[in-house]
């Protein structure tokens, strides 16, 4: 394939009650806020929260996902409230494998956003833009075994539940888990759509 710094994408995808858009320089003291907020709730399956404990810190790694989504290397998005603009948590396309086209959706939202199905739209959103814009062959999903709340998105998103990756996933322990793996392919996604009108 060319290469991807060539594939032309929106900045952000608008939703019911989102924009999941790119993260841009100055996003990092809303990140950092929401991930202070939230340390509790994401800790058990999120390596990367103690990486943030400054406002610098976490400046830094949104200018870095800011690179990294312009050179097509990586997708992160920031989800962010319609009506409010607040921001709302993470989500993106990663594990990127062009050639074969397929990418993995990963989410958090902050604990005050939790269980109110933003997870969700975002996730719908970022599968619509994987298959219609960016010719997926392959976007999946994994997650902690026993992260419930997680596994609940990937089937109400309508995700094909693959099976069980043993000792494929470090907490933020370090301690090694088991993932459940979940998946679509273009043929299931239009049976999705289809149903969807």
Known sequence: MDDPILVDMPEALTTDRTV???YRPGDGEEVFAAVQESLEHILP????GP???TVDDSETLVRRWHARWHLRE???FGIFDRE????IGGTGLHRIDWNVRSFEIGYWVRKSAAGKGYVTESTIALTRLAFDTLGANRVFIRC????TKSEAVARRAGFVFEGTIRNSIKDATGELRNALMFSLIPEEWEQLRNKAT
């Open 51 to 53: 990486g943030h404990k």
């Open 144 to 147: 902690v075994s026993e992260n």
């Open 84 to 87: 409010t603009g607040k921001f």
């Open 74 to 76: 990586d997708l992160p």
């Open 20 to 22: 999941v858009r790119c």
């Open 45 to 48: 399956w999120m390596p990367w």
